[in-house]
């Protein structure tokens, strides 16, 4: 279905998942707020949108670890001010830096991690709960992962984070499904042929995970009308089919 006058903002936009999912939004008449820290990466996805002729996007770069509570809260505004209203968000951004063990990690590699994964999905959130409030419906979308529930040996505060955040969100879906407007999601993407999985899984055959597009049906099912009503859902790519 058309997605013509849903505004979607997306964090970690210049990232392979995040641009994936915008461009494929996108193109089915979604308007965009593209938000990363990189600049390249960011008028990459732009230029990238703007070639497939669909609705030009809004390029917005963001450092999500080392912004305060006022800038988070002036996004919200600038947000409110040129739209009204927000249709979604997607978290995309990751950070993960190393498989480490617990006995050795860095406090600064520890506190920057939980600054990405969970304490931006949180501040983002809290702030523009009242501009997806005034939406008839709204789709929140937090990007997981696969192993989050095994607790895995040296995943350390990347997987404290994934399970930290699952909590969260099921948290928000239930304090928000009696208004019946904002739906929660938890995405996870599983193994595909991401730059993440490039780094994290260096020697692996990729030519044998699936690509990123072939998410693209999933997002356009997360965050259109299809998914109205669903809430408190953990959607696993590698089991979901539509």
Known sequence: MPLTNQVILITGAGGGLGSTAA???AKKGAHIILLDKNMARLEAIYDAIV???????????????????????ELADRIEEKYGSLQG?????????????VATLPAQEWGHTLNVNLNAPFLLT????PVLQKSEHAALVFTSDSSARLAQAYSGAYGVSK?????????????????NKIRVTVFIPGPVDSPLRKRAFPAEDKSKLPTMQSLAPIYL??????????????????????
Not at 126 to 129: C, D, E, K
Not at 163 to 179: Q, Y
Not at 221 to 242: C, H, K, M, N, P
């Open 126 to 129: 809290r702030v523009l709960l």
């Open 163 to 179: 399970i930290a955040l699952e909590g969260f969100a099921k948290i928000l879906a239930e304090e928000l499904e009696s208004s």
């Open 51 to 73: 070639a497939a002729k669909a609705s030009e996007p809004i390029m917005y770069p963001f450092d999500l670890a080392g912004a305060n509570e006022n800038e988070y809260q």
């Open 89 to 101: 968000i997607l978290h995309s951004a990751v950070e993960l830096i190393a498989f480490t063990p």
């Open 23 to 25: 461009l494929a939004l």
């Open 221 to 242: 099912y997360l965050f259109g009308s299809e998914s109205i009503g669903i809430t408190g859902q953990v959607i696993d790519a590698r089991t979901f089919y539509l």
